[in-house]
């Protein structure tokens, strides 16, 4: 049996107080999010242009009298879909490990 206070999840996080010229000063507490925006993050570039490098690359390969069309849209697409499998992971990852405080 646990005898934690029930209503300690719900308490807002304490604010803190610093001396600025000699006096006390409240400064309010800081609030972060998990992580910076998926847009602002370099693995999101790279994944982009990935992603358009691997379909433009399935666009510029063709068929000609020497071969077939060996990188085909099934092909490309089937690596997009690696790539994005791999995007979500480095996201995951990098939402469990770190924090981002949003100073007022």
């Given at each position: 049996?646990?005898?934690?206070?029930?209503?300690?999840?719900?308490r807002p996080a304490p604010a803190t107080y610093?001396?600025?010229d000699g006096?006390?000063?409240?400064?309010?507490?800081?609030?972060?999010?998990e992580t910076k925006s998926a847009f602002?993050?370099?693995?999101f570039v790279v994944y982009v242009v990935a992603v358009v490098?691997?379909?433009?690359?399935?666009?510029?390969?063709?068929?000609?009298?020497?071969h077939d069309d060996y990188f085909r849209a099934d092909r490309?697409?089937?690596?997009?879909?690696?790539?994005s499998i791999g995007y979500l992971v480095s996201r995951g990852l990098a939402k469990?490990?770190?924090?981002?405080?949003?100073d007022a």
């Open positions: 049996m646990t005898t934690e206070n029930p209503t300690a999840a719900r610093s001396a600025v006096q006390a000063s409240h400064v309010p507490a800081r609030r972060s999010r602002k993050t370099t693995e490098g691997v379909l433009v690359a399935s666009f510029l390969v063709s068929t000609t009298d020497a490309a697409w089937f690596y997009v879909a690696l790539l469990s490990g770190s924090r981002q405080h949003d």
